[in-house]
């Protein structure tokens, strides 16, 4: 593991990210969900791609990466920008999961591989509602941490930061910069996933015109046990 100084709208970031394969001349840059970090697609890719330098990057606020203040997707993808021109680094092709897709996207690679991405914006439950109704009209009269008992668990154990970062991430629709993607995409979705449904990646699909569409079993963290299965396709493909 290392650390890289980044520093962008008078902020500096201490990003935590790991290289493999350094001797290949190309390289893919790996992108976590949210609440995750590097490790996770560091075990599901390893072992892959061996003829490819990985970089694997724990997002600011995720893993070993600081964060100062709120920021939304896209200042994470200009942190990342300056974190892979602060390398001297183009990679030809990213990874993104969930959250980490939406920033991918924003990056225009060559080439760009989704897993579960988010995005796509999904029509809440009358609970949900409800629940945010209820938030809204009593947050004046209580504490800063009150957001705790409504939070979802996507950020349990995170601070008020991450949470008003979760506020600003969590419901962007990226149907119009879907529509608008250059790059070369092949979009992978876990048939099970509640988080981001089956339905959301076949409409990112429809949306990216170069795009390819495969669904495998799993849920939301298909990829975990199908990091094989993805090079394999990858390559039928012609990644």
Same mark, same amino acid.
């Not at 009209?137 to 209580?142: G, V």
């Given at each position: ?39 996770? &697609? ?115 154990? &995170? ?81």
């Amino acid at each position: 593991m290392a650390i890289k100084t980044v520093s962008l709208q008078n902020i500096t970031y201490q990003l935590s990210y790991e290289l493999l394969n350094i001797d290949n001349p190309q390289t893919i840059l790996f992108l976590h969900g949210w609440g995750s970090n590097k490790e996770a &697609m560091k075990n599901a890719f390893k072992p892959c791609f061996k003829n490819y330098q990985h970089i694997y990057l724990d997002l600011p606020g995720f893993g070993h990466s600081s964060i100062q203040e709120p920021i939304g997707t896209e200042v994470y993808a200009m942190i990342v920008e300056a974190f892979l021109k602060q390398l001297g680094l183009r990679p030809f092709a990213i990874f993104g999961h969930s959250f980490g897709g939406k920033i991918a996207t924003i990056l225009k690679p060559e080439t760009l591989v989704l897993l579960s991405t988010a995005g796509i914006v999904v029509p809440k439950s009358f609970k949900i509602k409800t629940k945010i109704w209820i938030y809204k009209t009593l947050k004046p009269l209580f504490p800063r941490n009150f957001y705790r008992f409504f939070a979802t668990k996507d950020v349990e154990g &995170m601070s008020q930061t991450m949470y008003e970062i979760l506020k600003k991430v969590v419901d962007e629709d990226f149907s119009s910069i879907f529509a608008l993607c250059p790059s070369k995409t092949y979009i992978f979705w876990g048939k099970e996933d509640k988080a981001t449904p089956l339905e959301s990646g076949k409409k990112i699909h429809s949306l990216i015109k170069n795009s390819h569409f495969h669904s495998l079993e799993g849920d939301h963290f298909f990829f975990l046990k199908n990091g094989k299965n993805i090079e394999k396709l990858l390559l039928e493909f012609g990644f």
